[in-house]
């Protein structure tokens, strides 16, 4: 099925709507509220547009699987004849959701314990996640938040917002906040724009992010009134959820455009996906489409452990394995950080291959893509940066109780202890009476 009359002279955006939606005015089909109120969500609904597998069929009729609901638009990009197809497996569940698998989790990370106030996950010291609804323009199968997200009755209020703002305010060490849900750009302009105007108008906090799959989903949203509104609130940026090659379409490139030519910094975020994208080659064509459209490739992520996400996990080392590929293979800027987001809230966690092999107080030696190894010569004159003299040190504030591993480089501290530590490795003396048993103390020492 071709999602695009390539014969069309129409403007991206404003294409002819391809089978079964060819009756749909032009017009229509470039209308986003028309996209999101027209959205597959049952399995007759599908069963006009693709081939439905029993397995398909199956997880549709279930009860226990994540909400479906796709956009006419993101559809139309689906193989009918294919379940191995790239756009298709993305959206449509198969009844491998519904299998559980060894520690899998509910919310794998831990973004409930670590929020103040409903909605608004505090992780890192100096920047906030703030989720603003919990609806999307289409439901990824490998959702994190699937625990919530779709459920048109946990939607956040205007109270929900006031204290996070609040929150925000009060807490000047926060400077970075990143707006997701959900997706905020199914919000409302109007809401949208509150909540824009309300961070801004907080002095410490500064760049406000959004996270968002719109631009690949519903690029018809994507449209002059809501850039007008983007670009009010600068410094802003916006990652955007791109997991394979297919997904930049010309309606998609042309929405990542008017964002770009809005001077709103752009990245993207990957899934590493079986099936999907987990392929060297379909990483680096995906990559190098991301540049040419003005998107730098930010995050590859190894998938979370949620429920129904199973089938989609690969092993770590096909992520190094892709790592491997990338790098001396393709620019630098083109290189996404592959992370894993810890399990129980750890956060991101860059995963790399190893490009030092060894170190002495002289020399580094290292490796580079090819397998060429070399040694590069230490300073034998260093003169270490001074904190006593330096404005930043001086202005510096403490993370409270969050410094990490970079306060024992700085000298702050000489050990991190993980809680209860000093207890757990307490240990009792033993009792040794000295004088009335000398020969059985000797035995209790020994």
Same mark, same amino acid.
């Given at each position: ?150 459920? !048109?009755? %946990? ?10 703002? #609040?929150? /925000?305010?009060?807490? +000047?060490? @926060? ?84 964002? !770009?030519? %809005? ?10 996906? #079986?099936? /999907?994208?987990?392929? +060297?080659? @379909? ?164």
């Amino acid at each position: 099925m071709e999602s695009i009359n390539k014969e069309c002279e129409e403007p991206p955006g404003k294409a002819k709507p391809p089978h079964p939606w060819a009756h749909v005015p032009v017009e229509q089909w470039a209308d986003w509220r028309w996209q999101v109120g027209h959205r597959l969500n049952s399995a007759e609904d599908l069963a006009q547009v693709i081939h439905l597998t029993p397995s398909e069929q199956s997880a549709l009729d279930a009860s226990g699987c994540f909400r479906t609901a796709i956009t006419p638009y993101f559809a139309s990009l689906m193989d009918p004849d294919d379940p191995n197809c790239s756009i298709r497996r993305q959206v449509i569940p198969t009844d491998k959701e519904l299998v559980p698998f060894q520690a899998e989790m509910d919310d794998s990370l831990a973004e409930d314990s670590q929020s103040p106030v409903p909605g608004l996950v505090h992780r890192y010291p100096d920047r906030v996640l703030m989720l603003v609804t919990t609806q999307c323009a289409s439901y990824c199968r490998y959702c994190t938040r699937s625990r919530v997200v779709g459920n !048109a009755h %946990a939607q956040f209020s205007n109270a929900d917002y006031q204290r996070q703002i #609040a929150y /925000i305010a009060a807490n +000047p060490q @926060v400077r970075d906040v990143l707006i997701s849900g959900g997706d905020p750009l199914m919000l409302s302009l109007k809401v949208l724009e509150r909540l824009l105007e309300q961070l801004r108008a907080i002095p410490h906090v500064e760049v406000i992010r959004i996270g968002t799959r719109v631009p690949i989903f519903l690029p018809q949203r994507i449209d002059d009134e809501l850039v007008d509104i983007l670009k009010r609130y600068h410094p802003l940026w916006m990652n955007i959820h791109i997991n394979h090659p297919k997904e930049l379409t010309p309606e998609s490139e042309a929405a990542i455009a008017k964002l !770009a030519d %809005a001077g709103i910094p752009l990245g993207s975020q990957t899934v590493l996906l #079986a099936g /999907i994208n987990d392929c +060297p080659n @379909v990483m680096m064509a995906l990559v190098h489409k991301l540049v040419k459209n003005r998107v730098r490739p930010y995050y590859l992520y190894q998938c979370d452990l949620v429920h129904g996400a199973g089938h989609f996990r690969t092993p770590v080392a096909k992520g190094i394995e892709i790592m491997e590929a990338l790098r001396g293979h393709t620019s630098g800027f083109a290189i996404p950080t592959y992370v894993i987001d810890a399990p129980s809230g750890g956060g991101k966690i860059p995963i790399l291959p190893n490009y030092m092999l060894s170190m002495s107080d002289s020399r580094v030696v290292v490796r580079n893509f090819e397998g060429f190894v070399s040694a590069y010569t230490q300073p034998t004159d260093y003169q270490a940066h001074d904190p006593a003299t330096c404005v930043h040190c001086q202005t510096h504030q403490s993370e409270g109780g969050q410094e990490g591993v970079a306060s024992l480089l700085n000298g702050e501290r000489l050990v991190i202890a993980p809680q209860d530590w000093e207890q757990l490795h307490r240990r009792e003396q033993p009792f040794i009476a000295v004088s009335s048993a000398p020969k059985q103390a000797e035995e209790v020492s020994r």
